[in-house]
């Protein structure tokens, strides 16, 4: 499952679904940083952010589904794909960005809620995985320029390189749940770079050439 | 923070304090695989317990407290450290362990509870942390062993190359959603073996010898 940008707002970038739409997610953002997912309602949204008040029930129905929705605009805006010609590097400055990105508390406490949302409803963890797997399904272009340079070997497996980079910064988060400092994600890029170059996120039988 | 027994479990450990906490515990597991982290009150665990009504409410407080309790008495029973002389080894059926754990619906239903509690409550997330930081200063010994027979340096940091295996498995779980299959565990022991074999958690000034 692909994560798609919303039919209306996809056809009218500029329009009033658009603006709606926005007014919306800035409001959610602002309530989560206000009082935390705990607190989040869609009385408050709809209150804060000044639509018409059936607008966010008819459009999201959930709060799960308001901060999917906010996640997925986050994460295709905040995190952009580095390419600095060396896999090494990339991994890195892939693995600053999230750091960076998870240090602000209105992001982390974003990301809180919408784990929470997945934990406790079943679209909103299909919607969560889907985020994921499209952040990884991007960033996979890292590992496949470095196949082309002849870095890696053919068939390496760029969304699970990734997700090696992305797994130690949401281990520290969610489950250490310690502060989201640079050695975290210096030695996370490290680690997935160590295990790419070994081998580990390469078939044992690579596709051949057609 | 370290995780400490409960004194008078720790005294008496066959004693009514110890049978009362095992029963309590025994009821927030069933609750939690009944009706999961959203359903659990100290009302419903005391009732199915079978305890004086006020013991919950006194020795536990709040339904985090009895999650996190709960929790710290699987890791310590449930994840038994290998010895099987090889690092590699040790971490392959470690991560094979963790992942065997997390497939097992009411183990899962835990952790799901407890991140939950840990997101909402600072007391849990610091119980939740102490559990986890408890767990890899143990797994910590197969690093230590290693180092012993000369397979790593000496100042390779345990905890965090047990961290290492654990992280890909909790991203699956409470990021990715995926099911926790052996490949996701057998990755993520070769990636931390090969990330610490590289020297990613070996300090790049390593303490000298006396």
Known sequence: MGVKPRATGAVRPGGRTARTRAAVLAATQEELEAAG?????LEK???RSGVHLATPYRRWRTVEGL???????????????????????????????IAALYRQPRARALVEGVVTAALRSPEASTAWAAVIA????????????AVERGELPP??????????????IYY??????GPEDDEVAERAAAAAYAAALSGVFTPADPPGPP
């Open 45 to 47: 949204v709809t209150e």
């Open 172 to 177: 520290r988060l969610l489950v250490a749940r």
């Open 155 to 168: 068939g390496t497996d760029g969304a699970a390189v990734s997700g090696a980079v992305g797994a130690p």
């Open 67 to 97: 901060v999917v929705d906010l996640l997925t605009e986050m994460g295709r805006n905040e995190i952009p794909i580095p390419d600095t010609g060396s896999l090494k590097d990339d991994l890195g400055a892939l693995a600053l960005e």
């Open 37 to 41: 997912y705990a607190g989040l309602t």
């Open 134 to 145: 499209e952040r990884n399904r991007l960033a996979s272009r890292i590992v496949d320029r």
